[in-house]
């Protein structure tokens, strides 16, 4: 993969990245807000909801953005783009739509 390319994929990367932090901050101050159960505000059910589908969010954004920076890491050290299982290229289609996949297309649809 050459330069150009690489630094397309690191452009997306770091904007998703700055995106997700973004959302990872408004959603842990809304979070730490939700009244508790001791709190003086009443604590119902739909407000329970919400906390746990912000909870949910907030930790499948978390995992994200530790998926976009060790993208980021193997761009640094050069292994970009390259399927960590059986170590061929993976598709730039695949990479267009997931820049920080780990694994090739045959790699990830085969459950092991
Ligand atoms: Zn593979």
Same mark, same amino acid.
């Given at each position: 993969? +050459?330069?150009?390319?690489? +630094?397309?994929? !690191?452009?997306? &990367?770091?904007?998703?990245?700055?995106?997700?932090?973004?959302?990872? $901050?408004?959603?842990?101050?809304?979070?730490?807000?939700?009244?508790?159960? =001791?709190?003086?505000?009443?604590? =119902?059910?739909? #407000? =329970?909801? &919400?906390?746990?589908?912000? $909870?949910?969010?907030?930790? +499948? !954004?978390? +995992?994200?953005?530790?998926?976009? $920076?060790? #993208?980021?890491?193997?761009?640094?050290?050069?292994?970009?783009?390259?399927? !960590?299982? /059986?170590?061929?290229?993976?598709?730039? $289609?695949?990479? =267009?739509?997931?820049?920080?996949?780990?694994? /090739?297309?045959? /790699?990830a649809?085969s459950?092991?």
């Amino acid at each position: 993969m +050459n330069r150009s390319k690489l +630094n397309k994929y !690191e452009q997306k &990367l770091v904007s998703m990245l700055v995106r997700l932090r973004g959302d990872v $901050q408004f959603l842990a101050s809304e979070t730490k807000s939700t009244p508790t159960a =001791d709190g003086i505000e009443p604590h =119902d059910f739909v #407000a =329970d909801d &919400l906390y746990q589908a912000d $909870q949910m969010l907030l930790s +499948n !954004e978390v +995992n994200l953005s530790e998926e976009i $920076q060790g #993208a980021l890491d193997r761009l640094a050290m050069g292994k970009f783009g390259v399927c !960590e299982k /059986c170590g061929e290229g993976i598709a730039e $289609q695949r990479l =267009d739509a997931i820049p920080y996949a780990r694994r /090739c297309i045959a /790699c990830a649809s085969s459950v092991s």
